[in-house]
């Protein structure tokens, strides 16, 4: 790998920094979390990246863009150990959950159109669902459910030999929404609007913000894509290295 540094030409940090349009202090933070392999010295004491590390740094941007800051920092310390099997294996089930999540909104906006009276997973017309419940069904922690109580987008009853918050179809329709447009709908008062347009049947709106939720999957998708095509030209580059 130290032949392959001197035949290449290396990057100032500042340099690299302003091809990435990142800061010198991000190119550095990446260093000291162990996500790149280890940088070489020029004569003076300074840091010279190697193209190796300009994929490196790339690819963790594009990681980032594409998930979550977990994800990406464990992606980039497997490939650094050489685990890149594993590394892949874990962007792999990020595609499969955004796969998860496509499904089950297109179910939901299918559902909503149908005018059926109870949520598509389940219509056994319980009296109502303890948290857990709505939680599994929604795919979202009891936690968010009682924050979203808290806000005012849904309200609970209490089963009076326990004490047990419980759902009905109409609130849990409410939490079903909410979990599908969370990430699209950023405001509680648009949220409020389009809940109690649901509620109303009047459903164009409700529709649109579907559309548009699934319209952000994909982009996320492509984001996934285009991070998945410089994770493997970095590890190309990787197995290139450790053999030289």
């Known amino acids: 790998m130290q032949k392959?540094?001197?035949?290449?030409?290396?990057?100032?940090?500042?340099?690299?920094a302003e091809l990435l349009k990142v800061s010198t202090t991000?190119?550095?933070?990446?260093?000291?979390?162990?996500?790149?392999?280890?940088?070489?010295?020029?004569?003076?004491?300074?840091r010279g990246y190697a193209e190796l590390h300009r994929q490196a740094f790339q690819t963790i941007r594009a990681l980032l863009k594409a998930g979550s800051i977990?994800?990406?920092?464990?992606?980039?310390?497997?490939?650094?150990?050489?685990?890149?099997?594993?590394?892949?294996?874990?962007?792999?089930?990020?595609?499969?959950?955004?796969?998860?999540?496509?499904?089950?909104?297109?179910?939901?906006?299918?559902?909503?159109?149908s005018a059926e009276s109870d949520p598509?997973?389940?219509?056994?017309?319980?009296?109502?669902?303890?948290?857990?419940?709505?939680?599994e069904l929604a795919g979202v922690r009891p936690s968010a459910i009682r924050h979203w109580e808290k806000e005012g987008l849904i309200a609970s009853e209490r089963n009076p030999a326990n004490g047990y918050r419980l759902f009905s179809n109409r609130q849990l329709r409410r939490i079903l929404v909410i979990s599908s447009l969370r990430q699209s709908v950023y405001s509680i008062d648009n949220m409020k609007k389009l809940l109690d347009e649901l509620d109303g049947r009047q459903l164009?709106?409700?529709?649109?913000?579907?559309?548009?939720?699934?319209?952000?999957?994909?982009?996320?998708?492509?984001?996934?894509?285009?991070?998945?095509?410089e994770l493997m030209a970095y590890r190309k580059q990787l197995i290139k290295a450790s053999l030289e």
């Open 120 to 135: 598509p997973e389940r219509a056994d017309r319980k009296k109502g669902r303890t948290i857990g419940e709505a939680a």
């Open 4 to 16: 392959m540094q001197k035949m290449q030409k290396l990057y100032a940090p500042s340099q690299l």
């Open 70 to 113: 977990p994800l990406a920092y464990e992606t980039m310390r497997l490939l650094k150990q050489g685990r890149g099997g594993q590394a892949l294996w874990g962007v792999n089930r990020q595609q499969a959950d955004i796969q998860a999540e496509k499904e089950r909104v297109e179910s939901l906006l299918v559902w909503i159109r």
């Open 204 to 229: 164009s709106s409700v529709e649109t913000s579907f559309e548009l939720a699934l319209e952000k999957l994909n982009g996320q998708l492509e984001r996934q894509f285009q991070a998945i095509a």
């Open 26 to 46: 991000t190119l550095r933070r990446y260093e000291d979390l162990g996500l790149i392999p280890d940088v070489p010295r020029t004569e003076s004491g300074r």
